[in-house]
């Protein structure tokens, strides 16, 4: 059975920065591994991916420069390192996994987590 558990969210200002993990366990033929966000009133979108065969590393525009995705292999952890955070990062931040990193960087999903909130607020 596949899980994605996160941890990691909570409370910042912005300017800030938080780190984000997800334990990943139960799959073994999924490449693509990552994270996508849903705001208050607004659809899910994609963050940032990686995929677990060659490293390579995809990001939506508006976290480019500031967020830096990562994966340990040993243990098929992700992280998400976020800096500089803003008051549009608000959001509840999702694990993702996907068969084919192809397919989750077009959005179609397989797995998904339960979430973790982070909240950019003075």
């Known amino acids: 059975q596949v899980q994605l558990v996160e941890s990691g969210g909570g409370l910042v200002q912005p300017g800030g920065s938080l780190r984000l993990s997800c334990a990943a366990s139960?799959?073994?033929?999924?490449?693509?591994i990552g994270w996508f966000r849903q705001a208050p009133g607004k659809e899910r979108e994609g963050v940032a991916c990686i995929a677990r065969s060659d490293g390579s590393t995809y990001y939506t525009d508006s976290v480019k420069g500031r967020f830096t995705i990562s994966r340990n292999k040993a243990n098929n952890a992700v992280y998400l390192q976020m800096n500089a955070l803003r008051p549009e990062d608000t959001a509840v931040y999702y694990c993702?996994?996907?068969?084919?990193?192809?397919?989750?960087?077009?959005?179609?999903?397989?797995?998904w987590g339960k979430g973790t909130q982070v909240t950019v607020s003075s």
């Open positions: 993702v996994a996907s068969h084919q990193i192809a397919r989750m960087v077009k959005g179609d999903i397989d797995y």
């Open positions: 139960g799959f073994t033929d999924a490449d693509g």
